[in-house]
């Protein structure tokens, strides 16, 4: 056996590892993004028992479950946008598996997000960024840490007022940069989806998504517990559900790291 794995497991059983959990809970209240009403839009979750150790199912609980792909913590496939729909590879039960597991390079920008919902991240703030904590290798994912989880009602969470949704996203210059500059896996947010509040009025519209998913790289919306992590170091694992053409999934986001405090 590899020695790596065995001091994973030694490192996880002693404590010097922590696997912390990226992921909000997933339940009827997860809030989910409202679109303009010319769009269609996603339905939350909603459940069903179909037995709980009763006459439909004396010794057993289990239930139905309906929700839009996009619900609360979850991946974004490049097949989700059209910049990525003749990407080889590019859904829910085609990605390679290896592509699911990357270093994470985490962004704090709480400061200016304290200030301004609408902050963007820019090329230049991520230089600043690596000058202090090194080169954003390939395959990373980069996740974004505004604090935004912290948010835990849902009104001030996705934060809309008359002229739309007010929280933080990228400048479609930062999305090119880690694209096509940096080669990431993807980006991860805190909020409600990978584009900023307002990106529905950018030009390009949600151009996050539109550069990231047609340079065939993911997103991750809705996560939360960042804090617990440092800038660089720990391993990400986020794989989404192997829906059959699968635009994206809710998933459970796991990150391996260095005990600390
Ligand atoms: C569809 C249209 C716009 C956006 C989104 C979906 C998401 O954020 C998403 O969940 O992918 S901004
Ligand atoms: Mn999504």
Same mark, same amino acid.
Not at 198 to 211: K, L, R, S, V
């Given at each position: 056996?590899?020695?790596?794995?065995?001091?994973?497991?030694?490192?996880?059983?002693?404590?010097?590892?922590?696997?912390?959990?990226?992921?909000?809970?997933? /339940?009827?209240?997860? *809030?989910?993004?409202?679109?303009?009403? &010319?769009? $269609?839009?996603?339905?939350?979750?909603?459940?069903? =028992? %179909?037995?709980?150790?009763?006459?439909?199912?004396?010794?057993?609980?289990?239930?139905?479950?309906?929700?839009?792909?996009?619900?609360?913590?979850?991946?974004?496939?490049?097949?989700?946008?059209?910049? /990525?729909?003749?990407? *080889?590879?590019?859904?829910?039960?085609? &990605?390679? $598996?290896?592509?699911?597991?990357?270093?994470?390079? =985490? %962004?704090?920008?709480?400061?200016?997000?304290?200030?301004?919902?609408?902050?963007?991240?820019?090329?230049?703030?991520?230089?600043?960024?690596?000058?202090?904590?090194?080169?954003?290798?390939?395959?990373?994912?980069?996740?974004?840490?505004?604090?935004?989880?912290?948010?835990?009602?849902?009104?001030?969470?996705?934060?809309?007022?008359?002229?739309?949704?007010?929280?933080?996203?990228?400048?479609?210059?930062?999305?090119?940069?880690?694209?096509?500059?940096?080669?990431?896996?993807?980006?991860?947010?805190?909020?409600?989806?990978?584009?900023?509040?307002?990106?529905?009025?950018?030009?390009?519209?949600?151009?996050?998504?539109?550069?990231?998913?047609?340079?065939?790289?993911?997103?991750?919306?809705?996560?939360?517990?960042?804090?617990?992590?440092?800038?660089?170091?720990?391993?990400?694992?986020?794989?989404?559900?192997?829906?059959?053409?699968?635009?994206?999934?809710?998933?459970?986001?796991?990150?391996?790291?260095?005990?600390?405090?």
């Amino acid at each position: 056996m590899s020695n790596v794995l065995t001091q994973l497991i030694a490192e996880l059983v002693d404590g010097r590892l922590q696997v912390v959990d990226l992921t909000q809970p997933l /339940g009827p209240a997860t *809030p989910v993004i409202g679109l303009p009403p &010319i769009f $269609a839009s996603s339905p939350g979750l909603s459940m069903e =028992v %179909i037995s709980r150790y009763d006459e439909r199912g004396p010794g057993w609980y289990w239930n139905k479950i309906e929700l839009g792909e996009h619900t609360g913590t979850h991946f974004d496939a490049p097949v989700h946008w059209i910049t /990525g729909k003749d990407i *080889p590879d590019n859904r829910c039960d085609t &990605i390679p $598996a290896r592509r699911f597991v990357g270093p994470a390079c =985490v %962004i704090d920008v709480t400061q200016e997000v304290a200030t301004n919902p609408d902050f963007l991240l820019t090329p230049e703030y991520i230089q600043a960024w690596e000058a202090q904590y090194g080169r954003i290798p390939v395959g990373a994912w980069v996740l974004l840490r505004t604090d935004w989880s912290k948010r835990s009602d849902p009104e001030t969470f996705l934060n809309v007022g008359p002229d739309g949704a007010h929280s933080p996203g990228f400048h479609q210059s930062a999305s090119a940069f880690l694209a096509h500059e940096r080669d990431v896996l993807g980006v991860g947010v805190e909020t409600v989806g990978t584009d900023a509040g307002q990106a529905g009025t950018f030009d390009p519209p949600f151009p996050n998504h539109t550069t990231m998913h047609g340079a065939g790289k993911f997103g991750l919306a809705s996560l939360c517990n960042l804090d617990q992590l440092p800038p660089t170091g720990a391993v990400v694992i986020a794989a989404p559900l192997k829906i059959v053409d699968g635009s994206g999934s809710p998933l459970r986001v796991l990150a391996i790291t260095q005990h600390h405090r």
